[in-house]
């Protein structure tokens, strides 16, 4: 079983930055690929970022030249910073773990981007 652990959520004003954090343990594949999604309220889940073990990543349209996803394949984290942040960046970010076929989520930790 993997386990993940969010961390580094909270309030922000807009323009300002924020580090989340996702810590991996249990059985965890050598080769997989950790991320990051997020879920507004009345909206659907979606994609903000993702990394493989060897460092590609990919990330949203909305996201682009603002976030960066980051790893520590050694500690099995994944990290996410988020710069000049936005009303809309505000939702639960999960982490998201993806290992033969299989996916798992961390409990979630809220952003609110408000002045």
């Known amino acids: 079983q993997v386990q993940l652990v969010e961390s580094g959520g909270g309030l922000v004003q807009p323009g300002g930055s924020l580090r989340l954090s996702c810590a991996a343990s249990?059985?965890?594949?050598?080769?997989?690929?950790m991320g990051w999604y997020r879920q507004a309220p009345g909206k659907q889940r979606e994609l903000v970022a993702t990394?493989?073990?060897?460092?590609?990543?990919n990330y949203a349209d909305s996201v682009k030249g603002r976030f960066t996803v980051s790893r520590d394949n050694a500690k099995n984290t994944v990290y996410l910073q988020m710069n000049s942040l936005k009303h809309e960046d505000t939702a639960v970010y999960y982490c998201n773990l993806q290992a033969l076929s299989r996916g798992y989520w961390g409990q979630g930790t809220q952003v609110t981007v408000s002045s």
């Open positions: 990394i493989t073990t060897s460092g590609s990543t």
């Open positions: 249990g059985i965890i594949f050598r080769i997989n690929t």
